[in-house]
């Protein structure tokens, strides 16, 4: 059985209907349910979405009140003068990007039809009833829950699985394969796609942020995952065992143990390229084997340096591991 949740943006459009309502009918306004109508269409999923919506939605509801004034004066309370009226409307709200309060417009325009009369009465009537629905969904919209810890759960997901691969990389080049089977590669993958959505509903919820450490971190490591995938191809060709083997696998699991989000990425350049210049100085291959698999070693070795130069330009997360 699915268990039953309420989400806090339920729990808003909820409670922002009862008050826009409540506010509406105490100020004796007709037609005061609307004020909950307009207040569910203005509830969204972030706060700079809200304000734009809502914006959107007063606008396009004051032009109705002017259209229906021209229409319905001039060609009277009637079906063909809502729709002539309808057919010149919706493409002024596409020209000027407000498709949004074509809904909301609409219910306005069939208040002035079903009164049948234009005043300055029903005007602020009206502009009362948009005023407080959009009012009070912007008061409740300006609460959005943190997701800091949401996105720190993530971020540990995904070290977690690194530390898996890499470990699983070095053990197969100390002492063969044992069967694993990469699930850790698409999980992530799956994980890193929803932390940077979510990443990226944090900063839509901040006015004055323009962007979001952790959606640059998640966007670096999916990077990473990419090299990391380039990597188990090469390893699986490893068969011979040879010293750089066991040289590459310290170093993999070295690396295996700073996996974080801080950066240090340039310690392990440096120490790449100190086992570059040691691979240098050693003996020459004495089979083809032998040269298949410090061949496919330092292909292995390239990459690691692209996993690493990614991680070094990441300035790294204010709240480290």
């Known amino acids: 059985m699915r268990k039953f949740k309420i989400g806090y943006r339920t729990a808003k459009t909820a409670l922002g209907t009862g008050i ?4 509406a009918q105490l100020l004796n306004l ?10 569910i269409l203005c509830i969204q999923n972030t706060v700079r979405k809200s304000w734009k919506v809502a914006t959107a939605r007063f606008i396009a509801c004051s032009l109705s009140l002017l259209f229906g004034f021209v229409f319905f004066e ?29 809904a909301t417009s609409s219910v306005i325009l069939l208040h002035v039809y079903s009164v049948e009369s234009y005043s300055i009465g029903l005007v602020v009537n009206e ?3 948009i005023s407080i629905g959009i009012g009070v969904a912007l008061i409740l919209n300006t609460y959005m829950p943190s997701v800091e810890k949401e996105l720190k759960n993530y971020q540990l997901q995904v070290e977690e699985n690194f530390h898996k691969v890499f470990s699983e990389i070095a053990y197969f080049l100390r002492h063969g394969d ?3 089977g990469g699930q850790e590669i698409p999980e992530t993958n799956k994980i890193l796609k929803e932390a940077k959505s979510l990443a990226f509903r944090d900063v839509e919820n901040h006015f004055r942020r323009e962007e979001n450490h952790y959606y640059f971190y998640f966007k670096m490591r999916e990077k990473q995952l990419d ?7 090469i390893v699986a060709t490893i068969e011979h065992d040879v010293e750089q083997a066991h040289m590459v696998a310290d170093f993999i699991e070295d690396l295996e ?9 340039y310690l392990f350049l440096q120490r790449l390229r100190d086992m570059h210049e040691a691979f240098q100085e050693m003996p020459l291959p004495q089979s083809r084997e032998e040269f298949e698999t410090r061949a496919a070693l330092r ?17 790294g997360l204010k709240t480290k591991k």
């Open 20 to 23: 826009a309502i409540s506010i």
């Open 30 to 39: 007709d037609f005061y349910a609307s004020a909950g109508i307009i207040a």
């Open 74 to 102: 001039l060609l009277g309370y009637n079906p063909v003068s809502i729709a002539l009226l309808l057919l010149f409307f919706i493409p002024v709200t596409v020209m000027l990007r407000i498709t949004e309060g074509i």
């Open 127 to 129: 502009l009362s009833i």
């Open 178 to 180: 044992r069967g694993w």
């Open 227 to 233: 090299v990391m995938e380039r990597m188990l191809p």
């Open 257 to 265: 143990h700073a996996i974080h989000a801080g950066n240090t990425a």
């Open 299 to 315: 292909h292995l070795l390239k990459e690691f340096e692209q996993y690493l130069i990614l991680k070094s330009d990441f300035i």
